[in-house]
């Protein structure tokens, strides 16, 4: 099937600095991506869809300037924490639409802030 | 929008038994269910999927049955093994690129 590859799978940052997850689709173009958040043993939470060229859509409650969103191209979605703040550990998964509907997703990245 | 309730949210099965975990949703326009399954610390991982048109579609161990009417859809595993123990998500959405929502999750427990 097709390959999404998320970049970091792990990183640990300082309170107050800024950390960006690329999310790339490697053999399709996806025109949309989505962002989730992941606290242990619960389930998927959309953060935001990302669509190519356009401002990202971001779900109620989460915060546009902290978490910002870029998808340049059909291949590359980008999330920055910025300011992390320790509440900011979590696990975040990007997706992406392949053409056909279904969704593809990345490994995930596991971000924790001292 | 589309409100996805799934349950049991955690399932025991003794090994080579069934497995029976179901979801309902809220949104008439979605038309498009698959299921994940994620284990530990890894991406979820699409194993079926069934688009409102069908009722029934199964792949060798693992079957998705779908009631629009009722709007509900269920994920049946039979003759289960330990390498079945994961987290499994249903999820529900309209395509078109539209958002998923998903489910709570269910963690199945496989017994040897």
């Known amino acids: 099937g097709a390959v999404v590859s998320q970049h970091p799978s792990w990183v640990i940052c300082k309170s107050g600095t800024s950390v960006k997850i690329e999310c790339r689709s490697l053999d399709f173009q996806a025109t949309t991506m989505f962002w989730y958040r992941q606290f242990p043993k619960q389930s998927l939470m959309l953060m935001a869809t990302?669509?190519?060229?356009?401002?990202?859509?971001?779900e109620q409650g989460v915060e546009k300037d902290k978490f910002l969103i870029n998808h340049a191209s059909l291949t590359l979605s980008t999330l920055t924490v910025t300011s992390a703040h320790p509440e900011d550990s979590s696990f975040y998964i990007c997706?992406?639409?392949?053409?056909?509907?279904?969704?593809?997703f990345g490994e995930g990245s596991r971000l924790t802030v001292l | 929008g589309e409100n996805v309730e799934q349950h049991p949210s955690t399932l025991s099965v003794q090994e080579g038994d069934s497995a029976v975990i179901k979801c309902t949703y809220s949104d008439s326009a979605s038309n498009y269910f698959p299921w994940y399954k994620q284990e530990l610390g890894k991406r979820p991982q699409l194993i079926i999927d069934?688009?409102?048109?069908?009722g029934e579609k199964k792949d060798q161990r693992i079957a998705v049955t779908l009631n629009k009417t009722a709007k509900h859809f269920s994920l049946h595993i039979t003759e289960t093994q330990p390498e079945d123990s994961a987290v499994y998500f249903c999820a529900a959405y309209s395509g078109g690129y539209q958002k998923v929502t998903f489910g709570i999750g269910t963690k199945l427990q496989v017994i040897p």
């Open positions: 990302s669509n190519e060229g356009s401002k990202a859509t971001y």
């Open positions: 069934i688009r409102s048109n069908v």
């Open positions: 997706s992406a639409a392949h053409g056909t509907g279904e969704l593809f």
